[in-house]
């Protein structure tokens, strides 16, 4: 089925491999094309079998298992896995943004509504996880990749089938993103992805990891430490981010934020994250509010159109925009008239209303500051190399012209030169 040599990538039957993309202990993932007209893009995780011992065996067989049965928009999908007599290939979704590890290293540091918009997917993703007892065990930046501005949970190899009263003692994942009490203790559960998860917030909001080290000795003594984690001086962050980073890097584990409490805290709000889910449940809460309004029950109404926007504006950034941002404005506006309509007889209703628009326009911009942010990074750099290639157009005209222009004026003075010669030839010929 396929080849290989030191010296070049693996051959499959179906795919050509290019660029290798990364290497580690077991495992060299490749890019790599469908062979045929579709021309598919896909990633190639190549693992040697020469390397695998028991243990990295049952690791790549679960991770095979896990991958088989998930299918989430955060999860990196497993479309086929293939082995050979020195190989086993497994077949992944292509994520063309690279990974999260590159994207803050490019940014340096994250704005919050940036940072919080990928918290929101990575949570998604660990809700997914959690209630089927999966547990990933090495959440780190470079295992998450990019596909626009989607992320994807990736690198399933330390992944485990574990309940929330399930222990292990295996030490798993990468020293940096490790829980406590796995390094420590060695008997750890499925909490220690919750502090992991804390370790990518720090990261992308700071620029570095809380435990950022020179050596190894120096970290094991940063993991060791009784010390409470603190934000750098001068963290400038909301209050929300900030109680949500301090609980989920709380080194004792029966003090950290449990699972439930995590996908409930405000400033996650996976109740209104983007999703495909979320015009469902703006459509829901509209026919409620309409519902009220016919029945006269204007205050219930109109708690029910402030409900249904803050469903609708996550919406937008889902789908298309311009057919629900009418939808919108038109609910807006009978918030506005029931506000109006209550004002004189119910002061906190008024309130409520009041803040209909405010809910609209403060969810609207911090959409719109992100979806500005993604577009600079990621259509600046098509745009410089765009303008850089329209320049050296210009300046190859520019040297064309004074080139063709040099050879005629040199074409010119060679004739001039050659008649003015054979003048002077033919007059001393007819003298003689």
């Known amino acids: 089925m396929a080849s290989t040599s030191s010296f070049a990538p693996p051959k499959l039957a179906d795919f050509i491999l290019t660029e290798r993309l990364g290497s580690g202990t077991y495992a060299t993932v490749y890019k790599a094309y469908r062979k045929g007209n579709s021309r598919e893009v896909v990633a190639v995780k190549v693992v040697a079998k020469k390397t695998l011992n028991k243990a990295s065996t049952e690791n790549l067989l679960t991770e095979i298992e896990i991958l088989k ?25 292509w994520c063309s943004g690279g990974d999260l590890s590159r994207f803050i290293r490019s940014r340096r540091i994250l704005p919050e509504i940036v940072a919080r918009r990928f918290l929101q997917q990575i949570a ?105 984690v603190e934000l750098p001086p001068g963290a400038k962050v909301s209050k929300d981010c ?3 980073l301090l609980r989920l890097l ?81 609910y807006v506006s009978r918030a506005e008239e029931l506000k109006a309509l209550l004002a004189s007889d119910n002061k906190r209703s008024f309130e409520e209303a009041r803040s209909a628009r405010d809910v609209l326009r403060g969810k609207e911009r911090d959409g719109l500051l992100t979806l500005i942010y993604f577009n600079v990074c990621f259509f600046m750099p098509v745009y410089c190399v765009f303008l850089l290639v329209r320049l050296l157009f210009y300046c190859f005209l520019v040297i064309s012209f004074f080139f063709g222009a040099f050879n005629h004026l040199k074409t010119k003075t060679l004739v001039f030169f050659y008649l003015s010669k054979t003048a002077q030839n033919s007059s001393q010929s007819s003298r003689c």
Request: charged content about 25%; proline content about 6%.
């Open 69 to 93: 049965t998930v299918r989430h928009p955060h999860i990196v999908q497993l479309k086929d896995f293939q082995w050979d007599a020195d190989n086993i290939y497994l077949i992944l979704e």
């Open 124 to 228: 998604c993703a660990l809700q997914f996880l959690h209630e089927r007892n999966i547990s990933h065990l090495d959440l780190k930046p470079q295992n998450i990749l990019l596909s626009g501005c989607v992320l994807k949970l990736a690198d399933f190899g330390f992944a485990q089938y574990m309940s929330p009263w399930d222990e292990k003692s295996v030490l798993r994942g990468s020293p940096l993103y490790m829980a406590p009490e796995m390094v420590c203790r060695r008997q750890y559960d499925s909490r220690v992805d919750l502090w992991s998860v804390g370790v990518i917030l720090y990261e992308a909001l700071f620029g570095r990891a809380p435990f950022a080290s020179k050596s190894f000795a120096e970290l094991e003594e940063k993991i060791r430490s009784d010390q409470p």
């Open 242 to 244: 900030r109680d949500l």
């Open 250 to 330: 709380e080194r004792n584990p029966d003090a950290r934020i449990t699972f439930a409490e995590f996908f409930t805290h405000p400033f996650v709000d996976m109740e209104h994250m983007p999703s495909a889910d979320s015009i469902e449940k703006a459509k829901e809460l509209v026919l409620q509010a309409v519902q009220k309004d016919q029945e006269g029950e204007r205050s219930s109404a109109l708690s029910l159109y402030c409900s249904a926007l803050e469903h609708f504006v996550p919406a937008i950034h889902c789908k298309s925009r311009n057919p629900f941002l009418y939808s919108v404005k038109q």
